[in-house]
Nanobody
Framework: QVQLAESGGELVQPGGSLRLSCAAS????????MGWYRQAQGKQRELVTS???????VYIDSVRDRFTISRDNAKNTVTLQMNSLKPEDTAVYYC???????????WGQGTQVTVSS
């Protein structure tokens, strides 16, 4: 059974930093692209960033140069370092594992990030 367990979300002031982590189990980690999505209240879920098994990354424009995704294939973890946080970054952040060969997505339960003074 595939499990993605996120951690690290909390309340932070504008300009602050947070580090989200996602631990994957029950999956061949090196076979999947890992990503972070977010869903703000009243909005659709959106891709924030992703990283392939080989380390290629993609970021949406609004987080480029502020967020950094990384993965540890030995520990089956993916991390999202978020700096210079803004109120518009407030959302539930979801860890995603995409298996390209079977075109299937696995999801974590989400972790709340709130940026507010």
């Amino acid at each position: 059974q595939v499990q993605l367990a996120e951690s690290g979300g909390e309340l932070v002031q504008p300009g602050g930093s947070l580090r989200l982590s996602c631990a994957a189990s029950g999956i061949r980690f090196r076979s999947v692209t890992m990503g972070w999505y977010r869903q703000a209240q009243g909005k659709q879920r959106e891709l924030v960033t992703s990283i392939t098994s080989g380390g290629s990354t993609v970021y949406i424009d609004s987080v480029r140069d502020r967020f950094t995704i990384s993965r540890d294939n030995a520990k089956n973890t993916v991390t999202l370092q978020m700096n210079s946080l803004k109120p518009e970054d407030t959302a539930v952040y979801y860890c995603n594992a995409h298996h390209p060969r079977i075109n299937h997505d696995f999801w974590g339960q989400g972790t709340q990030v709130t940026v507010s003074s």
